[in-house]
Each structure stands twice: as C-alpha cells, then as structure tokens.
C-alpha cells in the first residue's frame, strides 16, 4: 500500500510573530529529506529562521532545500549519516557557521517489525544508534552553542510517538527509542535552568512514507489485510479517524519552540486524537 506525501502548502503553515524567529538563527532539522523532517525544515525556513537540514539522503535533501525557496526561506541541506560521530561534529560546525543555533528537532527515524524474540540485534543497534544516541549526541554538541548565544537560550525537540506512552507488539525497539527520548528531553530540562527547554511531540499515525511503508508487515504478522491495519490498527483508537499531515505536525515543533511555549520544559505534546487517553 503505497502512499504519497501531502503538498506542503505555505497557507498550512503556522506563523508565529517571534523576535527569536529571525535569520541570524539556526534551526537544525534531522531527517529533513522527507515526511515530517522535511515538513519542520519547511516551516521554520517560513518562519524566518535558517534552516540546517540534515539527511542521509542527498536528493532527498536537496529537493527539501528547493521547496525552502518555494515558501520563501532559507536552508542549507548537510547530508550526514547521523551514526557517525564525525558527521555529527561536521554537521554541528557547519551549521554554527550560518548563524546562532537556537534551535534543534531531532526528527530522523526508521522502523522496523519484529517480536522481541525474532528482532535482529544489528538492527537494534541501529535503531538505538540513530533514534536516541544521534539526538542526545547532538543535543550534547549544540547546548554550549545555545549557552554562549544571545540570551544564553535555545530549544530543543524531540520526535516522540504514541510508542512514548503505550507499547504495541512488534515495535519494542521503537517503543524503547521513543520513551527514551521523552527521557532524553527531560533530562535536558532539568538541566536547562529556564534557559535551555526541551519537549518531545507525540503522535499517532502520520502520512508519511515510513507509515505507511509498515502495513505490509503488520499485515502478515497480525494475519489480516492491509486495509485492516490501516482502519483497526493505525486508526483503530484514534477518535479522529484520519492521519495527521506532516506539516501538522510541524507546526507543532514551531509552536514549541515560539516564545508561546516558553513553560513547556520537559513536557510533552500529545497529539493523537485520542488514541492514549480515551481507549
């Protein structure tokens, strides 16, 4: 079951009147080569900030930084592969040398489906590598930049999921990463002395190619169709029977990081139409 990622219209896009939101800033964004990574790239570079968007994937990632210009920012694209510490450092420098690092959205993910029994341990490893070791990682390169900054503040998000407050079978690396982060975020938090903030964002299912590229698997796992896992599995608990779009999503991390959400410190955006607290 094949899925195509909504246009990413400028009138979607939350703006929000912010002195932080200005082009001297940077806003780093993993992941930025395609669903929500490349939906948060898009609406902080509408935002004014400059966005440093990082990709493993170069194409991907170029096109990211083409539509930037279509919504009327400014990005440059650093391709990396976030399990490699010298990419991180590289991405890191690089990204100080366009302007003031204000802000940080770890977003960049996989997944993969298997039972604990079953789940191969080099794919594990990954997993834990580029989903919570990369964000602590960077996070860990980019707090004494936000701390010499002007005001000695910065934000920084993490990617979460529904999978960071319940656990559904077949997902415990995923499970494992995204509860982590919620962790990973706080810990920052408490750290943070007012002045460096940290929240994750939790969804449900999004339309993004990395959802929609796990129906086959659940599929033959749970022994039901493909249409079933969408409506009775993805869906099933949401009171909102539709997915979210990337750039919803996205608009969530501007508001996060907007002088708004300035007593979210640590805490989480829960966005899931229900599924977490009404099942």
Same mark, same amino acid.
């Given at each position: ?11 979607d896009?939350?703006?929000?009147n ?19 990574g ?16 990082i990709?493993?994937?170069?194409e991907?990632g170029?096109?990211t930084r083409?539509?930037?210009m ?7 694209f ?8 010298d ?7 690089e990204a100080?040398?366009? /302007?003031?690092?204000?802000?940080? !959205?770890n977003? @960049?993910? =996989?997944?993969?489906?298997d039972a604990?029994? #079953?789940? %191969? ?5 990954l997993?834990?590598r ?6 602590f ?6 707090i ?6 002007? /005001?000695?503040t910065?934000?920084? !998000?993490?990617? @979460?999921? =529904?999978h960071?407050?319940?656990c559904?079978l #077949?997902? %415990? ?6 509860f982590?982060l919620?962790?990973l975020?706080q ?7 007012g002045?460096i903030r940290?929240f994750t964002?939790s969804?449900?299912?999004v339309?993004t190619?990395?959802?929609m ?5 659940q ?6 169709t493909e249409?079933q896992?969408?409506t ?11 997915m979210m779009?990337?750039v919803?999503?996205a ?13 979210l410190?640590?805490?989480?955006l829960?966005?899931?139409?229900g ?5």
């Amino acid at each position: 079951m094949a899925i195509s990622e909504p246009t990413i219209k400028t009138e979607d896009i939350l703006k929000i009147n912010d002195d932080q939101f200005k082009p001297e800033n940077v806003c780093i964004v993993t992941g930025c080569g395609t669903g929500i990574g490349r939906a948060t790239a898009l609406a902080a570079a509408a935002n004014g900030l400059t966005v440093a968007g990082i990709d493993i994937n170069k194409e991907a990632g170029s096109h990211t930084r083409e539509l930037a210009m279509d919504v009327g920012g400014e990005m440059t694209f650093i391709q990396a592969d976030l399990t490699n510490d010298d990419d991180l450092i590289r991405s890191v420098q690089e990204a100080s040398d366009q /302007g003031a690092i204000k802000f940080l !959205a770890n977003i @960049a993910g =996989i997944q993969h489906i298997d039972a604990v029994e #079953n789940f %191969p341990m080099e794919t594990y490893d990954l997993m834990q590598r580029l989903m919570l070791r990369a964000p602590f990682y960077l996070s860990k390169l980019v707090i004494p930049r936000m701390k010499k900054s002007e /005001g000695g503040t910065g934000v920084i !998000a993490n990617m @979460a999921s =529904i999978h960071a407050h319940i656990c559904t079978l #077949n997902k %415990p690396v995923y499970n494992i990463t995204k509860f982590g982060l919620r962790a990973l975020s706080q810990s920052i938090s408490a750290e943070g002395e007012g002045k460096i903030r940290s929240f994750t964002v939790s969804t449900g299912f999004v339309q993004t190619p990395l959802a929609m590229n796990q129906v086959a698997a659940q599929a033959e796992q749970r022994g039901i169709t493909e249409e079933q896992v969408v409506t009775d599995v993805m869906m099933g608990k949401s009171r909102v029977k539709k997915m979210m779009t990337p750039v919803g999503v996205a608009n969530m991390f501007i508001y996060g990081f907007s002088k708004h959400a300035e007593y979210l410190v640590g805490g989480d955006l829960l966005f899931d139409g229900g599924c977490v607290l009404t099942y």
